[in-house]
């Protein structure tokens, strides 16, 4: 495994999550096997591999939906270790190591309106803010004020993501598109330091993946947070990628700038041995 | 109904043939459902022996009617109203016709008995049952099928509805339903406000709505924990039960009046409510519906086997009664006190005290309706709505899931724990058989019909469901069986509810609201 000697580095003080020896099993079935790497931040680390080879386990794993069997996960703040994710309760990790993610099956919450999805997402702020409630209840203004600024941060998003004439729809009547662009918005409310998103071009047209990477890029380059994109449009992954790790049946085959992955004889194996990818 | 003419794709069979088939099968199904249940009445003899009568010309009369509107049914969904039109609206006019004269002749000639001897039911219009109010349902049965057969006709003339003219309506009667709570929050509360002073007010109507807003208050508070929250509690009664008892207790042992126990009251509902809740939220849906229905069941026959502390099935009596801020209402009152009638200067009347009674509901209800619009605007609130929507999404956002549900459940115990010591206050009496199933069953119709999470509906659906077996009373027999048949109904006519329409707690009023273009043609 000769690939592993770069993802196995010291982590410098870029690093934001490094992940080593992290294995899952469910019963017999190994989904990810002893996989380790480092993504860094202000970077977008995709994560690419044919279907089932445990992306979305991965990402389950990152974000406290499983607890890994084997591993350990570490989020980097200020070049040190901040949090061990895989010892935290699941909503923990995004109220405090603030890891946000989005979902393969976009989840929304459908019946509400698109402003108050990106509410909720601000709710741990709004929670102390309204002394959990209790001021809140009492109308006192410095519940309100926090409740302004937090409508400004949803305006601010529904503008970048270009859905600021819908703030008032219910989330479940926009188009398929439009979902996703608003539930990358709501993760953005979040104010998170590591942005999962699982597959977020699925379902999207051409015109609408280029939208798409240009928001990406922009929120790397503008936030400085580091991103993990699980991806099957390769126009998308290899497009924006600064760092691809490829898996395959739950291991890491590959790991390395887009150019250095494309030509890797592993990956091209994987994915040739099986049939139809996309 | 329309939409079947168009896949009546297989011409191979006659509609005579699929109606015939259909009347059949409805015949067979009929004489299953009807021949023990309907057939057989047993009856009590003079000493104590069971004997039965049959009634089998019921049965007879079932299987040839039934089928009959079946044939109509069918002829109509195949796009000939006529027959249904007709013959229904024949059925309609004699059944229920004949049914209303025969009544009405029982009601004016059954106090005569004694001068036309045993002349009941003889109204001389022959119809097919011996007893007028299942003629008048057969009728009421005929009526609907005239309906259908209207129906029928004006989507023929006015062609199928598109899915876009279907989504228009919906969105229309969202609006017609916003525009109606509107209306009819503040006239309701105007009306409740005015009502014991109104002409024809009198101390059962003044009871009775005092039961009402009883059972508006659980809704509301249930309202909380299923149309907020979406958690299915079945055993909410519970929380009202521990409410009542709870009153009872201080004040019969501690001396304490309504207003001193009343927050201690909720707030022993809510520790149950966090008691219960906690071990329990973790399950979702139908789990979390049987375990709460269980622990309901648990609450109640602790109250019967806790002999020494809750009086068992007697209960606890001689709970005091209310008082006007610690004045009495007595008639008379104890040397060197006052009472509410010497105080005021007022003539002694009972009703002081069932007035008091009534506002003080009344105000108990409007501090919880208060309550639960303000949360709805809180972070809480949205964070409810959004456990209802999708709890894995508001794990991924950093929510805590659990003590979200518990805030809603404790929030919604202490309210019903508010609720239950205002019962036990005026009855002056509680048992256990006041906290059996039926009543969170109730308690839940009254918030699913309503429309969930819809304040105006729930007070409505309140009104309907407690007021109407209340003045169903006369139909003394047929009470519940027309009490099932005006749910059935209204989940016909508002499936999600009398006044179900969802306000955004927080509105930015920019831009069109229109429906975005597909793909994304916006950015």
């Known amino acids: ?278 | 109904m329309a939409a079947t003419t168009m896949t009546g794709a297989k011409p191979a069979e006659s509609v005579a043939r699929i109606a015939i088939k259909e009347a059949l099968l409805t015949a067979f199904l009929v004489f299953m459902l009807a021949f023990l249940m309907i057939g057989f009445r047993t009856e009590a003899q003079q000493g104590q022996q069971l004997s039965y009568v049959t009634r089998f010309a019921a049965i007879a009369w079932g299987i040839i009617l039934v089928p009959l509107g079946r044939i109509l049914l069918v002829y109509n969904r195949h796009g000939r109203p006529m027959p249904a039109l007709i013959g229904g609206g024949l059925a309609f006019v004699y059944l229920f016709g004949g049914a209303l004269v025969a009544i009405l002749f029982d009601v004016l000639v059954i106090p005569f008995n004694d001068y036309f001897g045993e002349a009941a039911g003889a109204s001389g219009i022959p119809l097919p049952f011996a007893d007028p109010i299942v003629d008048g349902v057969f009728g009421l049965g005929a009526l609907y099928l005239v309906i259908l057969a209207l129906q029928t006709m004006r989507h023929t003339a006015h062609g199928i509805l598109t899915l876009e003219q279907r989504e228009a309506k919906e969105a229309r009667s969202a609006t017609r339903a916003k525009q109606l709570s509107l209306v009819l929050g503040p006239a309701l509360l105007a009306l409740a406000v005015v009502l014991p002073f109104t002409p024809w007010s009198d101390r059962v109507l003044v009871e009775t709505m005092t039961l009402i807003l009883t059972y508006v208050m659980l809704g509301w508070g249930l309202n909380i924990v299923v149309g907020l929250a979406g958690l299915l509690d079945l055993g909410y009664v519970a929380f009202y039960a521990v409410g009542a008892y709870s009153y009872a207790k201080l004040s019969t042992e501690f001396g304490l009046d309504f207003w001193g126990s009343l927050p201690l009251a909720g707030a022993f509902a809510a520790f149950f409510g966090v008691v219960l809740g906690f071990p329990v939220l973790r399950l979702r849906g139908d789990y979390l519906a049987i375990v709460t229905l269980g622990f309901g069941e648990m609450i109640r026959i602790t109250l019967i086997n806790w002999q020494a502390f809750t009086g068992g099935p007697n209960g606890i009596t001689g709970i005091p009664r209310m008082t006007f801020f610690g004045v009495p209402f007595d008639r008379t009152p104890e040397e060197g006190t006052q009472s509410f009638h010497t105080l005021f200067g007022l003539e002694y009347s009972t009703m002081h005290r069932i007035l008091f009674l009534y506002y003080v509901i009344l105000g108990l209800a409007l501090v919880t309706n208060f309550l639960t619009i303000r949360l709805r605007k809180m972070p809480i609130g949205r964070a409810w709505e959004a456990l209802r929507e999708d709890e894995t999404a508001c794990r991924a956002l950093g929510i805590n899931p659990t003590n979200t549900k518990l805030t809603a459940f404790a929030l919604g115990a202490m309210l019903a724990g508010f609720a239950g010591s205002f019962f036990a206050v005026r009855q002056a009496f509680v048992s256990p058989e006041s906290f059996v199933f039926l009543e969170s069953a109730v308690i839940l119709a009254i918030v699913v019909l309503g429309g969930m999470g819809s304040q105006v509906g729930v007070a409505l659906a309140a009104v309907l469901l407690i007021g109407l077996p209340e003045v169903l009373r006369e139909l003394s027999l047929y009470r519940m069986l027309a009490f099932g048949a005006v749910m059935v109904l209204i989940m016909l006519w508002r499936p999600r509810g009398l006044l179900a329409h969802r306000e955004p707690t927080i509105l930015l009023r920019r831009g069109s609201g229109k429906r975005p273009q597909k793909a994304g043609a916006t950015t």
């Open chain 1, 1 to 278: 495994m000769s690939v592993t000697a770069a993802a196995m580095a010291e982590p410098d003080h870029t690093s934001l999550l490094k992940v080593t020896h992290l294995t899952m099993r469910f019963g017999g079935l190994v989904a990810i096997d002893d996989v380790s790497f480092v993504a860094r931040q202000r970077e977008i680390t995709g994560i690419i591999g044919p279907n089932g080879a445990g992306k979305t386990t991965l990402f389950n794993c990152i974000t406290g939906f499983y607890k890994p069997t084997v591993g350990r996960l570490e989020l980097f703040r200020d070049g040190k270790v901040a949090y061990l994710l895989e010892q935290m309760e699941g909503y923990a990790i995004g109220q405090k190591a603030r890891v946000a993610r989005t979902f393969q099956n976009i989840r929304l919450f459908a019946g509400m309106s698109v402003l108050e999805n990106l509410m909720v997402a601000q709710h741990n702020k709004l929670m102390l803010a309204s002394g959990y409630t209790i001021f809140g209840v009492l109308g006192l203004p410095a519940y309100r004020k926090a409740e302004r600024a937090a409508q400004e941060k949803a305006v601010h998003w529904l503008e970048r993501v270009g859905l600021i004439d819908f703030a008032d729809m219910s989330a479940g009547n926009l188009p398929y598109g439009a979902q996703r662009r608003l539930e990358i918005a709501r993760a953005m409310c979040t104010d998170p330091t590591l942005l999962c998103l699982d597959e977020p071009a699925a379902g999207l047209n051409p015109r609408e993946s280029a939208e798409l990477n240009q928001l990406l890029l922009s929120i790397r380059d503008e936030y400085g947070i580091g991103v993990l994109l699980i991806e099957h449009d390769m126009s998308v992954v290899m497009g924006i990628s600064d760092h691809i790790i490829v898996l395959d049946y739950g291991k890491k085959i590959s790991d390395g700038t887009p150019a250095e992955v494309r030509n890797d004889p592993a990956v091209i194996r994987a994915y040739l041995g099986e049939e139809e990818e996309e």
